[in-house]
């Protein structure tokens, strides 16, 4: 049987106007993962996000990190005192945002602070550290990877 240029050119539109249905329907129900649910906010305090950043980079001693079996280890410089500096750690799991957790900064006194990881999804976590000392606030961002 012989098809005429006209009825190929019906099936060829009804073809693409399947494939553009189903991409639509493929687009519609995929799960769009923002950064941030407050994105927005967060742009607007990214200037103070970067001052902060940079008193931290200015300390003589910088914070350090380190991970080990099940627990991780910050320690501040020695220059803050634990009984005046309050912040929080952030976990910021960048394959997925509904992992991330904050944890409230509580120093012993020799400026540490241990989280068990036990819980925590193996791969990559950004840690930011965000803690404020004497009406100065300061930032640190490091990447970590558990176990």
Do not use: C
């Not at 080990?68 to 220059?79: D, G, M």
């Not at 992992?99 to 509580?106: C, E, N, P």
């Not at 602070?113 to 193996?122: D, I, N």
Request: glycine share 4%.
């Amino acid at each position: 049987m012989k098809m005429n240029w006209g009825a190929g050119l019906v099936v060829s539109f009804i073809v693409f106007a399947a494939a553009i249905l189903a991409m639509v329907f493929v687009s519609m129900n995929k799960e769009v993962n923002l950064v941030s649910d407050d994105y927005y906010e967060q742009e607007l305090r990214h200037q103070d996000q970067i001052e902060s950043a940079q008193r931290s980079d200015l300390l003589a001693e910088q914070p350090s990190v380190g991970v080990s079996a099940a627990i991780l280890t910050l320690k501040l410089p020695r220059v803050f005192s634990a009984d005046n500096t309050s912040g929080t750690l952030t976990f910021y799991r960048p394959a997925d945002h509904k992992k991330d957790f904050v944890v409230a900064l509580r120093l012993d006194s020799g400026n540490t602070q241990v989280v068990p990881t036990g819980s925590l999804q193996k791969g990559l976590w950004r840690l930011k550290v965000r803690w404020r000392d004497q009406n100065q606030s300061y930032y640190h961002e490091e990447p970590i990877v558990i176990q």
